[in-house]
């Protein structure tokens, strides 16, 4: 008995979807894309995004000499109509006879929103959106925050014990999880444009943020630091780090800092701190679409105090450790409905310890 349609479109659409993760880390801050074409019944070609500056995942689909009469494109993405970096793809797709396509979802990008879709079916191309939307979207989730709420897509990522300790009291943070933990979490960092602490880490931990144990680009670094109490020795003290302030250093510290290659922001917020608005936002502007926060309690706190949390993964190790330092700091809560729940949490093993994930309530639908 032969497929339903449907079914048969979800299956070439995952395989788009799988196609597109080879982009993982590279891409940025551009969109995750894969595309698969088929005719009369079998693949006839696949494409991917690759990396930044390179075609289209549609365009390579399209490479070649390939008869892509009557085939049907199946792409994450909707087809885009601007000229960019490279060409645009609808007009691609209409002239390499493809008579079908079948978009996950529309492009958010001002630039293209809807109009490849228009644009492909005054070429006569049969078009639908929409298929598996839920998949796509959750790809392409820092792309989307970017574009529709100018933001980046902000998660949580902390190793604790089972009784919520991310330090002992004495500070004692080092190793709370195994090694395949710590280099699942380098991953994570690999995967993110930008990994962001605040100046209690800087100074507990002098940390690199670099991605070491794993593959991977390192992302930007952010540092959240008012007064601008960095240590020119601190391993963060140069190219590739951002460092927020409330604007109140002098210009001698400034100018040393642009001297050793870093990038600086003036935030200031409320009550002598800073704005988390205006940082996620000057993110934004960077190309930054995906950002993890990394702590100390006071920034984990500040984010969920703000809303502005969209994933928590929190590794949590089999071990007690009694006194501690909490995860995040205080929130204020007075009753259970106030706290925050995650929605569609997971669990996964990773070596001796677990991966708990999950999206507050709060954040904004995709
Ligand atoms: C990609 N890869 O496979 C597809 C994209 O800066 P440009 O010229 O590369 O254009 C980037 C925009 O193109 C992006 O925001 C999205 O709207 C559209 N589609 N982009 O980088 C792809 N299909
Ligand atoms: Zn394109």
Same mark, same amino acid.
């Given at each position: 008995m032969a497929l339903p349609k449907k079914k048969i479109d979800e299956y070439y659409m995952r395989g788009a979807l799988s196609l597109a993760l080879r982009g993982t880390g590279k891409v940025s801050p551009n969109p995750l894309v894969g595309c698969v074409v088929v005719k009369d019944g079998s693949v006839v070609s696949r494409g991917w995004h690759r990396a930044f500056g390179l075609p289209h995942g549609e365009a390579m689909a399209l490479?070649?000499?390939?008869?892509?009469?009557g085939a049907t494109l199946y792409v994450n993405l909707e087809p885009c109509s601007h000229t960019g970096k490279t060409p645009p793809c609808a007009p691609l797709i209409a002239e390499r006879g493809i008579s079908r396509v079948v978009a996950g979802m529309v492009d958010p990008d001002p630039r293209v929103q809807g109009r490849g879709v228009s644009l492909l079916r005054e070429k006569g191309i049969e078009v639908e959106t929409g298929l598996l939307e839920a998949e796509c979207r959750w790809l392409n989730r820092g792309f989307i925050r970017r574009n529709t709420l100018g933001r980046p897509w902000v998660t949580v990522k902390g190793a604790l014990s *089972?009784?919520?300790?991310?330090?002992?009291? $004495?500070?004692? $943070?080092?190793?709370?999880?195994g090694p395949s933990a710590r280099s699942l979490a380098h991953l994570l960092r690999g995967e993110s444009d930008a990994v962001l602490i605040g100046t209690g880490t800087a100074s507990k931990d002098d940390p690199e943020l670099t991605v070491r144990s794993t593959w991977g680009r390192s992302p930007l670094r952010a540092l959240l630091d008012s007064r601008f $109490? *960095? @240590?020119?020795?601190?391993?963060?003290?140069?190219?590739?780090t951002l460092v927020v302030t409330d604007g109140s250093e002098g210009e001698e510290k400034r100018a040393s800092a642009r001297r050793a290659g870093m990038d600086l922001l003036a935030a200031p917020g409320e009550h002598g701190g800073l704005s988390l608005p205006l940082v996620l936002s000057a993110l934004a502007e960077r190309g930054v679409s995906t950002l993890l926060v990394e702590g100390g309690p006071g920034v984990i706190a500040s984010f969920f105090r703000e809303g502005l949390v969209d994933s928590v993964s929190l590794f949590l190790s089999p071990r007690i450790m009694g006194r501690n330092l909490p995860f @995040?700091?205080?929130? $204020?809560?007075?009753?259970?409905?106030e706290t925050i729940m995650l929605k569609n949490a997971s669990v996964k093993e990773v070596g001796e310890d677990f991966l708990i994930e999950g999206v507050p309530a709060c954040s904004p639908a995709l």
């Open positions: 490479e070649g000499k390939k008869d892509f009469r *089972l009784d919520g300790g991310m330090a002992l009291e $004495s500070g004692e $943070s080092k190793w709370i999880t $109490s *960095l @240590s020119e020795k601190a391993k963060m003290y140069g190219r590739g @995040s700091g205080d929130l $204020s809560f007075s009753s259970m409905g």
